[in-house]
């Protein structure tokens, strides 16, 4: 951590970046893992292996649907608990609320990039199954305004 840092706005949106790209590769993940369970349901293995296979192929949905919440609420509660560290100028709100116009841009970017990836043909079957973190993706812009007024009442709510 810079010891002279002066804002969060890079922080929301480099969390912002991580959790959208952590969401695509989780879904391409699991679109690999369903190819490869049913490519492999139909070689001469074992009965057995088929079955832990097939197993495990199910459980990744919900595992990793579980882990992105985990992910997405612990990179914003970091960027929280940094913000209670920082000392930053009551001057410096107007200049903040007219930047976080401008970062909320690239964030709605993101938003539909992930909606896209989300609804493309060869991937939205797979989609399907993450409740979370279609939920979370959908409403990502909206969520992440109100962590921008969330961590700005940490940030300037202080004696």
Known sequence: MKKHKKGFLQDILFVSLVVCILGIVIFFGTKVMNDVNTSYQTTSASNTS??????ASSRMTPVFDSIFL????????????A????RLSPVALILVIILVGFVLIPIAILGNMFNTVQNDTSIVATAT?????????????????????????????RP
């Open 83 to 86: 913000l209670i560290v920082l």
């Open 50 to 55: 088929k079955l832990i296979f097939s197993d």
């Open 70 to 81: 985990i992910v997405f609420v612990l990179s914003l509660v970091g960027v929280i608990f």
């Open 129 to 157: 199954g993450f409740s979370i973190t279609s939920f979370l993706m959908d409403h990502f812009v909206l969520i992440i305004i109100g962590f921008i007024f969330i961590a700005m009442v940490v940030a300037y709510a």
